[in-house]
């Protein structure tokens, strides 16, 4: 069992930055493949980056390649997401999840952990 506790969101202006954290519990969490997503109002959850447990990592291709860094400290049980050059349409709710067995990274069935979310807010 893995519990994810994420923090770092708020509000923002455009083209501001912000850095995510997500920490586990556990002592396995180097194993564990590591994904963000968020979800906008009234739309589905969305794929915006994972680090899977053997390294390199995955982006979402179109929103924010480029913008966005995942990286993973596993002494601490912390993965992150930082955020720069944000634009309005990244406001959202942002959820770390977690997964053992891998898989497509970008598939929200991949996880079983997921923490409760974090507000993003990106203000014009």
């Known amino acids: 069992q893995v519990q994810l506790v994420e923090s770092g969101g708020g509000l923002v202006q455009v083209g501001g930055s912000l850095r995510l954290s997500c920490a586990a519990s556990?002592?396995?969490?180097?194993?564990?493949?590591m994904g963000w997503f968020r979800q906008a109002p009234g739309e589905d959850r969305q794929f915006v980056a994972a680090i899977p447990w053997s390294g390199g990592t995955i982006y979402s291709t179109d929103s924010v390649k480029g913008r966005f860094t995942i990286s993973r400290d596993n002494a601490k049980n912390t993965v992150y997401l930082q955020m720069n050059s944000l634009k309005p349409e990244d406001t959202a709710v942002y959820y770390c999840?977690?997964?053992?067995?891998?898989?497509?990274?970008?598939?929200?069935?991949?996880?079983?952990?997921w923490g409760q979310g974090t507000q993003v807010t990106v203000s014009s």
């Open positions: 556990g002592r396995t969490f180097s194993r564990y493949g």
């Open positions: 999840a977690a997964t053992e067995r891998g898989g497509l990274y970008s598939r929200i069935s991949t996880y079983a952990y």
